[in-house]
């Protein structure tokens, strides 16, 4: 069965710092992974995608199939980048993590 | 583009009774997938269309259905609606579906009340 983890509800960062947000799967084929955000009082919308292996607001993902991971980073956070994450593996969502950028 | 729209945005609804929940979406997806959202389950897949014909479903009960329409427009209905059933009801839209890399294009959802 698939699954997606997301070990952290909350993650807070400071401005200008480095953010990793950690999604980990469990799938038996080959993973169609994404990565979703939504911003405060919008609807969920896609971030990125393994299979575009590009960067989105500064944005980053690798998917790492011995690790069975695919963690969302980026260098310098912002404050704009507060939001709910949602790692996707197919119709599987993570159950969120919320990250707060604090200035 | 216009993007996915869910109908209506607000219900109120007694245990018991049953609900119809619409979603239209964007033009030219053929892939209608639907979502509960409450903050003790996060994001839970119900079911998706493709085609008119469901594709993949979730683990919920059958009292949960949808159907899909010629124009890709999808209906979802609750029956016997219980205390649990309340919640935020998600639609999405894809090309062809997130299974084949094609990303998801979400609504703004119902929000459904069973008092």
């Known amino acids: 069965a698939q699954r997606v983890t997301q070990p952290e509800k909350l993650l807070s960062v400071f401005k200008g710092a480095p953010v990793e947000l950690k999604c980990n799967y469990s799938y038996s084929g080959s993973p169609e992974l994404f990565w979703y955000v939504q911003y405060s009082r919008q609807r969920l919308q896609l971030l990125l995608r393994h299979i575009s292996r590009e960067s989105i607001k500064g944005f980053t993902a690798d998917l790492n199939k011995g690790e069975t991971s695919f963690h969302l980073k980026k260098p310098f956070a912002q404050e704009e980048d507060s939001a709910m994450y949602y790692c996707?593996?197919?119709?599987?969502f993570g159950d969120g993590t919320t990250l707060t950028v604090k200035p | 583009k216009a993007g996915v729209t869910q109908t209506p945005r607000y219900l109120i609804k007694t245990r018991g009774q049953q609900v119809t929940l619409s979603c239209s979406p964007i033009?030219?997806?053929?892939?209608v997938s639907w979502y509960q959202q409450t903050p003790g389950q996060g994001l839970q897949f119900l079911f998706e269309?493709?085609?008119?014909?469901?594709?993949n479903k979730g683990n919920f009960p059958g009292r949960f259905s949808g159907r899909q329409f010629s124009n890709s427009r999808s209906e979802m209905n609750v029956s016997t609606l219980e205390l649990g059933d309340s919640a935020l009801y998600l639609c999405?839209?894809?090309?062809?579906?997130?299974?084949?890399?094609?990303?998801?294009?979400f609504g703004n959802g119902t929000r459904l009340t069973v008092t």
């Open positions: 269309y493709f085609s008119e014909t469901q594709r």
């Open positions: 033009s030219g997806h053929r892939s």
């Open positions: 996707a593996l197919e119709s599987t």
């Open positions: 999405a839209s894809s090309l062809t579906g997130q299974r084949y890399n094609s990303p998801l294009h």
